[in-house]
T-cell receptor
Framework: AQSVAQPEDQVNVAEGNPLTVKCTYSVSGNPYLFWYVQYPNRGLQFLLKYITGDNLVKGSYGFEAEFNKSQTSFHLKKPSALVSDSALYFCAVKGRSNDYKLSFGAGTTVTVRA | DTAVSQTPKYLVTQMGNDKSIKCEQNLGHDTMYWYKQDSKKFLKIMFSYNNKELIINETVPNRFSPKSPDKAHLNLHINSLELGDSAVYFC??????????????FGPGTRLTVL
């Protein structure tokens, strides 16, 4: 079975400071990893994904994530947070078996204060 | 142009009623999904269709029945609604044919409230 853990329910940072949202995963074999963001009363929006290759993945809105196989982690980062980054962030994993099931973490609420 | 659309956006109904939620995508994708997001924001896959064929069917009460008339549409019908069905239901789509790593595109959600 595959699963994702987001150990922090909430992350609070000041605008301009670095932002990190943590994610660890469990899957058989090599994973496909994703980050999505959900703004209030909206659907999820794709930010970035890791498929293979370079462990540092760059995505939308200045976000990046680093795949660490030994630590089974895929933390989301942004060097300088904006108030508009305040949202709910989901990490998700998919195994490389022939199915389409994407397993999501419980989500981390990010609040960036001005 | 809306990529993944759902109707209705809000649905308030009484226990025991039957209701449907519709989803359409204009992205040309071949795989569509239904997710349930509960009050704690936990997101859980319910169903998935690839080229109108059911490929994911999680442990969901059989009161829930998906129907895919064509690749661009995936509807969700719920019989005998219960209080616990209150949630936000999201439709999503992706291009899945041999490309399991493709991201999913989500609709805006349907907030179902059962009274």
């Amino acid at each position: 079975a595959q699963s994702v853990a987001q150990p922090e329910d909430q992350v609070n940072v000041a605008e301009g400071n670095p932002l990190t949202v943590k994610c660890t995963y469990s899957v058989s074999g090599n994973p496909y990893l994703f980050w999505y963001v959900q703004y209030p009363n909206r659907g999820l929006q794709f930010l970035l994904k890791y498929i293979t290759g370079d462990n540092l993945v760059k995505g939308s809105y200045g976000f990046e994530a680093e795949f660490n196989k030994s630590q089974t982690s895929f933390h989301l980062k942004k060097p300088s947070a904006l108030v508009s980054d305040s949202a709910l962030y989901f990490c998700a994993v998919k195994g490389r078996s022939n199915d389409y099931k994407l397993s999501f973490g419980a989500g981390t609420t990010v609040t960036v204060r001005a | 142009d809306t990529a993944v659309s759902q109707t209705p956006k809000y649905l308030v109904t009484q226990m025991g009623n039957d209701k449907s939620i519709k989803c359409e995508q204009n992205l040309g994708h071949d795989t569509m999904y239904w997710y349930k997001q509960d009050s704690k924001k936990f997101l859980k896959i319910m169903f998935s269709y690839n080229n109108k064929e059911l490929i994911i069917n999680e442990t969901v009460p059989n009161r829930f029945s998906p129907k895919s008339p064509d690749k661009a549409h995936l509807n969700l019908h719920i019989n005998s609604l219960e209080l616990g069905d209150s949630a936000v239901y999201f439709c999503a789509s992706s291009q899945g044919e041999g490309l399991l790593y493709n991201e999913q595109f989500f609709g805006p959600g349907t907030r179902l409230t059962v009274l």
